[in-house]
């Protein structure tokens, strides 16, 4: 093979995944009591509104720590209820730098009674706590092991669900200075777990076409890809929503928002998106496609501002 075509292949073999710098950003759910769920996510998850826009009926409004933006609230009165068992959301997953940041989080939401926590888990490579927000919308707060402790086997990731004991968790991890200063540690998106209609389908799209790669493909009823050798930007399920179809207008999942470094990145999304034959929108920051169950995903370039982010 010559120089020119190892180039090629190279080039070729890159644009076929996404950037090791994607990364996530925030999330929109459409909501039926804006002033509810605004208050909900400020007080159990210490995020503060960041800026808000009225666009024709609807009242978008992005909550986050200091300027990064971890959630933007549409509201949208009048849609049905979050469906459990539909396409669409298993829970956002909001990623904190270290232990006692997350106890003090965790801390807060359990005592916000307008959530219901719904179980904590050690994932090997991660700690994570479970929550339902005061619409159904599902929460994950989490905190990364170190990657060094990540374990594989045979080329696969080793995750697990085992035993993680919320009140020994608190007892060892809390402490007064991060409790009174817990809206000013930093926190982002790290994953969307998603639920969808069938494995094979949820992997052409996620994988084949937008271009993340897998890291358990193992776990009955589940996949899990990212970019970079994360543990997962992205999971899909079948465990409520097997053999779910096309969503149905409702509250809930607006938006996955990702985040690639650069226009090429977004030049070869599109191409895997014109050879897969799925339509797409590019506005030249961005290109907004719809999954097989209709959850929109937008992919854009870094430094995005909070306009951008609201007129997503």
């Given at each position: 093979?010559?120089?020119s075509?190892?180039?090629?292949?190279h080039a070729?073999?890159?644009?076929?995944?996404?950037?090791?710098?994607?990364?996530?950003?925030?999330?929109?759910?459409?909501?039926?009591?804006?002033?509810?769920?605004?208050?909900?996510?400020a007080?159990?998850?210490?995020?503060?509104?960041?800026?808000e826009?009225?666009?024709?009926?609807?009242?978008?409004?992005?909550?986050?720590?200091g300027?990064?933006?971890?959630?933007?609230?549409?509201?949208?009165?009048g849609?049905?209820?979050?469906?459990p068992?539909?396409?669409?959301?298993?829970?956002?997953?909001?990623?904190f730098?270290?232990?006692?940041a997350?106890?003090?989080?965790?801390?807060?939401?359990?005592q916000?009674?307008?959530?219901?926590?719904?179980g904590?888990?050690?994932?090997?490579?991660?700690?994570?706590?479970?929550?339902?927000?005061?619409?159904g919308?599902?929460?994950?707060?989490y905190?990364?092991?170190?990657?060094?402790?990540?374990?594989?086997?045979n080329?696969?990731?080793?995750?697990?669900?085992?035993?993680?004991?919320?009140n020994?968790?608190?007892?060892?991890?809390?402490?007064?200075?991060?409790?009174?200063?817990?809206?000013?540690?930093?926190?982002?998106?790290?994953?969307?777990?998603?639920?969808?209609?069938?494995?094979?389908?949820?992997?052409?799209f996620?994988?084949?076409?937008?271009?993340?790669e897998?890291?358990?493909?193992?776990?009955?009823?589940?996949?899990?890809?990212?970019?970079?050798?994360?543990?997962?930007?992205?999971?899909?399920?079948?465990?409520?929503?097997?053999?779910a179809?096309?969503?149905?207008?409702?509250?809930?999942?607006?938006d996955?928002?990702?985040?690639?470094?650069?226009?090429?990145?977004?030049?070869?999304?599109?191409?895997?998106?014109?050879?897969?034959?799925?339509?797409?929108a590019d506005?030249g920051?961005?290109?907004?496609?719809?999954d097989?169950?209709?959850?929109q995903?937008?992919?854009?370039?870094?430094?995005?501002?909070?306009?951008?982010?609201?007129a997503?």
């Open positions: 093979m010559s120089t075509d190892s180039r090629t292949e070729s073999a890159a644009g076929r995944v996404l950037d090791p710098a994607t990364d996530m950003d925030a999330v929109s759910l459409r909501v039926g009591d804006l002033e509810t769920m605004s208050s909900y996510y007080n159990a998850l210490a995020l503060e509104p960041i800026e826009r009225t666009r024709g009926a609807e009242v978008h409004r992005v909550l986050g720590r300027r990064v933006a971890m959630v933007r609230l549409i509201s949208t009165p849609l049905p209820p979050v469906d068992r539909q396409a669409g959301l298993f829970h956002t997953a909001f990623l730098d270290d232990a006692p997350l106890a003090a989080v965790v801390l807060r939401a359990a916000d009674q307008r959530g219901s926590f719904t904590s888990s050690d994932h090997l490579v991660s700690e994570a706590f479970y929550f339902t927000d005061p619409e919308n599902g929460i994950e707060l905190v990364d092991r170190d990657r060094s402790e990540w374990r594989y086997e080329g696969e990731l080793q995750m697990a669900t085992l035993h993680l004991d919320p020994d968790y608190l007892r060892q991890h809390l402490d007064d200075d991060t409790l009174r200063s817990v809206a000013m540690t930093a926190g982002r998106v790290g994953h969307v777990h998603l639920q969808v209609g069938d494995i094979p389908t949820a992997r052409a996620y994988i084949d076409a937008l271009g993340f897998t890291t358990v493909a193992s776990y009955p009823g589940a996949l899990f890809a990212s970019a970079g050798g994360y543990h997962h930007h992205i999971a899909m399920n079948t465990w409520n929503s097997g053999g179809g096309p969503r149905a207008a409702g509250l809930g999942l607006g996955v928002a990702i985040t690639v470094p650069g226009r090429d990145d977004l030049d070869a999304l599109i191409a895997r998106l014109r050879e897969h034959r799925l339509p797409f506005d920051r961005s290109v907004i496609v719809s097989p169950w209709g959850t995903v937008t992919l854009a370039l870094p430094g995005a501002d909070v306009d951008e982010v609201l997503r």
